[in-house]
């Protein structure tokens, strides 16, 4: 089973994927569940953009971008798609409040409980 079939067989059938077509270095984009690519692009930033556009239209799913290398390099859930086990978002997770602080726990030295 190819990599493009395993993905198809664990995803649902709207779900995009982003990669480079090995035979033109050209980048596609193409729902999981059709042959045919929905978009063909030079630029991998332009097939990311318009997967995404499309996702956003058909209501939602998932977004897999694959590397030059043939390797998923990332996954993202388009909204108004519905993720039942979202995953820890490490790459987007370091956002900025309006008072410019990072929300999180607080760490101070000493305020443990044996502080009088």
Known sequence: MSAIDWEVFISKGKDKI?????EDNKWVNKRLDREQASSVHDKHVDAEARAGEMLKKSGGGELITKGRDGRIRS???????????????????????EHGTIPGPMLTRGMGR???
């Not at 982003?18 to 090995?22: G, I, L, T």
């Open 114 to 116: 044996d502080c009088a």
């Open 75 to 97: 996954k993202h859930t388009i909204q108004p798609g519905n993720d039942p086990n979202p995953a820890k978002d490490t790459e987007h997770s370091r956002q900025r409040t």
């Open 18 to 22: 982003v990669y480079r077509r090995p």
